[in-house]
């Protein structure tokens, strides 16, 4: 677990990297990004800024590339505006969320659709036996399992 101040300061460099995606990086390249999170090692010493892009394959290749040569930009700013000794190095990289999302999503469709074959396969259907087979508290117990005793 990261200390506090780690995390503190992973909150305030993604502040930091989102404000500068907004307002001062004019890279035609830079599609609609959202910084979604940022994490720093123990010794604060690099950053890893996760992000995803809207958009085609191409768009966020281009973004992929206006971010790379906005790193070094981007972590003067951090280090200016976080007044570290040590300004941690950048590394930007693709959020897998959206991919993952769509994968959890797509699963369960399968599922929602294998549910519904299973009941239409039940529909009409007894059971083998009983509808519930299992004794309850409140019904006394049948004779021949006094006899067994």
Do not use: C, W
């Not at 951090?78 to 959206?98: H, S, W």
């Not at 004794?135 to 067994?148: F, I, N």
């Amino acid at each position: 677990m990261a200390s506090p101040r780690v995390l503190k300061l992973a909150d305030q460099i993604k502040v930091i990297v989102a404000e500068m995606l907004e307002r001062k990086i004019k890279d035609p390249r830079l599609g609609f990004v959202t910084v979604t999170d940022v994490r720093l090692t123990g010794d604060s010493r690099e950053a890893t800024v996760f992000y995803t892009v809207l958009g085609s394959d191409e768009e966020q290749a281009g973004t992929a590339a206006a971010l790379q040569s906005a790193t070094g930009l981007i972590r003067s700013q951090v280090g200016k505006q976080l007044g570290m000794k040590f300004t941690p190095t950048v590394a930007f990289i693709a959020d897998a969320i959206p991919e993952n999302a769509r994968q959890i999503d797509d699963l369960l469709e399968r599922a929602r659709a294998v549910d519904a074959r299973v009941a239409e396969v039940a529909n009409g259907k007894t059971y083998a036996g009983d509808e519930d087979p299992y004794r309850h508290v409140d019904e006394p117990e049948p004779e021949d399992a006094e006899l067994e005793r």
